[in-house]
T-cell receptor, first 114, second 111 residues
Framework: DAGITQSPRHKVTETGTPVTLRCHQTENHRYMYWYRQDPGHGLRLIHYSYGVKDTDKGEVSDGYSVSRSKTEDFLLTLESATSSQTSVYFC?????????????FGDGTRLSIL | DQQVKQNSPSLSVQEGRISILNCDYTNSMFDYFLWYKKYPAEGPTFLISISSIKDKNEDGRFTVFLNKSAKHLSLHIVPSQPGDSAVYFCAASARDDKIIFGKGTRLHILP
């Protein structure tokens, strides 16, 4: 299994509070991704990183920011959480950007915004 | 606009029979296709992939077929086993671009 650790695994918080999710990898892969999974929507890309300090927006980036100060860590921040951000969040890593090198996923963070 | 479509939200198949999961895509620039499997409370795991230069790829019980003219791919699982009960995501990418996922199909293997 790819060495990907997401923390926390579960979190419940209130609307308007800031939330940071962490993804840590031990594979030294260049690319890291944050997805959210919602019923009826599948997996949707929030942000991704192609190197330290290099990030770009995905399909559903509004309300989210990311940072990557080290190869192994990719942080996802909800500056002011809203109920619509209740979801399961997955981190993924890959050696390259396209499908030639499949992405490997962490086990997810279940986030509930009350 | 959905570029990768899995039109069947769920599918039930008898144990031992063939499971066929379907996926359609709209972007003719896609050149690599993947299937992922997901169990509850776990992350998706890569299952099998196929390049656009092929029309079939096999790995044990799993075979993916690609029909480029119809922009359609399918995943065949033979024979289906109880452990195959999961959500299956179809995904595609175009030349070093991001992977786009479908909404998933929940497969139930019946005893």
């Amino acid at each position: 299994d790819a060495g990907i650790t997401q923390s926390p695994r579960h979190k419940v918080t209130e609307t308007g509070t800031p939330v940071t999710l962490r993804c840590h990898q031990t594979e030294n892969h260049r690319y890291m991704y944050w997805y959210r999974q919602d019923p009826g929507h599948g997996l949707r890309l929030i942000h991704y990183s192609y190197g330290v300090k290099d990030t770009d927006k995905g399909e559903v980036s509004d309300g989210y920011s990311v940072s990557r100060s080290k190869t192994e860590d990719f942080l996802l921040t909800l500056e002011s959480a809203t109920s619509s951000q209740t979801s399961v969040y997955f981190c993924a890593i890959s050696e390259s950007k396209g499908g030639y090198q499949p992405q490997h996923f962490g086990d997810g963070t279940r986030l509930s915004i009350l | 606009d959905q570029q990768v479509k899995q039109n069947s939200p769920s599918l039930s198949v008898q144990e031992g029979r063939i499971s066929i999961l379907n996926c359609d895509y709209t972007n003719s620039m896609f050149d690599y296709f993947l299937w992922y499997k997901k169990y509850p409370a776990e992350g998706p795991t890569f299952l099998i992939s196929i390049s656009s230069i092929k029309d079939k790829n096999e790995d044990g019980r799993f075979t993916v077929f690609l029909n480029k003219s119809a922009k359609h791919l399918s995943l065949h699982i033979v024979p289906s086993q109880p452990g195959d009960s999961a959500v299956y995501f179809c995904a595609a990418s175009a030349r070093d671009d991001k992977i786009i996922f479908g909404k998933g199909t929940r497969l139930h293997i019946l005893p």
